[in-house]
């Protein structure tokens, strides 16, 4: 059972955000409270999934926390001879991802992998999905991964990305920012829970311009890029090569 998250609801020394046991406990409310459309989000990539997966082929969710994009996509492939790989780089998390899956009978076979995507290969891919995990690559390796990404997707594969985005400017940045503050306060975080949250995030998630995201992915070799998603700072693409 998961519970409510008040992580942040009383005042503490802030340390840098991790995937631990404790985020592992209370992720799925975490994310619904602060994520806007984070439903959607899931089901609709899982219906891209279907919609792109290629027979005889591997479909990727790199940083695959608990596992609801890999069951998304899972319940949508009807293509033959596909499987699908989940990675995440949090030990708590894959261990709690892989009793998620045990829960739903399917067809479509699924790897869990603890690893760094950084590191893990990325071979005959239809599908890759990354759900709001790019922006937790240091900024500086996300061009070489998505290059690899690229490499290891078959003709007219996909990326589906989702991303917290900067504005594009100072102005619109901190329109999105307190928009997605409000959210929060709607879903019942206080002001102290926004704040420490803040803090213990801003060294850890480096987020881009979604410029950034569509030059880079144009530069890398993707034919068609849409934003298909966006509410606030938060938005989801899906990338065709």
């Not at 806007?36 to 591997?58: C, F, R």
């Amino acid at each position: 059972m998961t519970g409510k998250d008040s992580i942040y609801a009383t005042e503490q020394t802030i340390k840098d955000f991790t995937f631990d046991q404790h985020v592992v406990e209370v992720f799925p409310d975490m994310i619904q409270r602060s994520v806007p459309g984070y439903a959607t989000i899931v089901s609709t990539m899982g219906k891209l999934a279907g919609t792109y997966a290629q027979s005889n082929s591997t479909l990727y969710d790199l940083g695959c926390s608990l596992g609801a994009v890999t069951l998304s996509m899972r319940r949508n492939i009807e293509k033959e001879n596909c499987q699908i790989v989940a990675i995440d780089n949090s030990s708590a998390m894959v261990e709690r991802c892989k009793l998620h899956l045990q829960g739903f009978k399917s067809d479509v076979p699924v790897k869990v992998e603890l690893g760094d995507i950084n590191e893990s290969a990325i071979e005959n891919a239809s599908v890759v999905a990354m759900n709001f995990t790019l922006q937790f690559i240091a900024p500086e390796q996300r061009a070489h991964l998505l290059e690899k990404i690229f490499a290891g997707l078959k003709p007219g594969g996909v990326l589906l990305l989702s991303e917290k985005i900067r504005g594009e400017n100072e102005f619109n940045d901190n329109l999105l920012i307190d928009l997605h503050h409000d959210f929060k306060r709607a879903n019942g975080y206080s002001e102290l829970e926004i704040s420490q949250k803040r803090t213990a995030i801003e060294n850890v998630m480096i987020t881009d311009k979604l410029s950034t995201h569509h030059a880079r992915l144009l530069q890398i070799g993707f034919k068609h890029i849409q934003v298909w998603y966006q509410c606030f700072n938060f938005c989801s693409l899906v990338a065709v090569k």
